[in-house]
């Protein structure tokens, strides 16, 4: 089981700090069985790291460009994020595929940039209200899933985050069994692409509005593997209780 908290664009130095230690000392404080990790903005890497010493919680960046480095002003490359102390990156996110129009296929490349550097990835689907009405989700997840993972994909470097574009920091949740039906519509997609045991293997987290009272239903589906929380991402209390209320 993960849990990984996506900051987004938030936090000055203090509250990035205060709460990278916050959750420092909470995820500390009983004996875990999930994987943390903690994706906040660039500018509060190097810091967040330090905050995070001695804890068992992973570092992840929220985006990379597909270079390793050259003529990209105002990017960053997969290399920085590692040579920073991130293990993760979050990639094609809907608000970036939405505000900088990153295609399923520039997703891919940044994923294999990423991996090639080091790092692990959090590849996010989702299919907005309009596809959903169409009922064309499991054919947008599918094939997000195909074109933006590269061939060979293991699911030791990749985890995928089922996020619906219009559950994202709206409070509303599809039912738990949409929730399910769309992650095992992914892990068969999955199973094509990249073999039945790799696919068995890989997380898929759900994404969109967790809070610490939806937490233990939607985790606790057959094929949902972990939770990427946005906004209660952002206090200590309410990301280690989504943590606790799943069983972590
Ligand atoms: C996200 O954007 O990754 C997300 C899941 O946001 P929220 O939890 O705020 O809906």
């Not at 700090?17 to 509060?44: D, G, H, Q, S, Y």
């Not at 940044?110 to 499991?138: D, N, S």
């Not at 094939?143 to 985050?161: H, T, Y």
């Amino acid at each position: 089981m993960m849990i990984a908290g996506n900051w987004k664009m938030n936090g000055l130095t203090a509250d990035g700090v205060n709460l990278a230690k916050e959750i420092t000392v909470a995820v500390k404080a009983k004996k875990r069985n999930c994987e943390f990790v903690v994706c906040p903005p660039f500018t509060l890497l190097s810091l967040v790291k330090k905050a995070l010493r001695g804890g068992k919680i992973a570092l992840g960046a929220q985006d990379c460009h597909a270079a390793e480095k050259g003529a990209h002003t105002g990017d960053i490359s997969p290399v920085m994020l590692k040579d920073l102390g991130c293990s993760y990156v979050i990639l094609g996110h809907s608000e970036r595929r939405a505000d900088h129009h990153e295609t399923s296929a520039y997703v891919c490349q940044k994923v294999l940039a990423a991996h090639q550097a080091g790092l692990k990835t959090i590849v996010c689907i989702g299919e907005t209200l309009e596809q959903r009405e169409a009922g064309k989700t499991i054919d947008v997840c599918s094939r997000q899933v195909k074109e933006s993972l590269p061939d060979g994909a293991k699911a030791a470097d990749v985890v995928i985050a089922y996020e619906p574009v219009w559950a994202i920091g709206t409070g509303k949740t599809p039912t738990p069994q949409e929730v399910e039906d769309v992650h095992a519509a992914v892990r068969h997609v999955l199973a094509k692409k990249i073999g039945k045991v790799e696919a068995g293997k890989m997380r898929i987290l759900y994404g969109g509005s967790v809070k610490p009272s939806n937490a233990a239903e939607m985790l606790s589906l057959p094929d949902v593997d972990g939770a990427l929380i946005g906004g209660a991402s952002l206090k200590s209390a309410d990301f280690i209780a989504i943590a606790d209320n799943a069983g972590c």
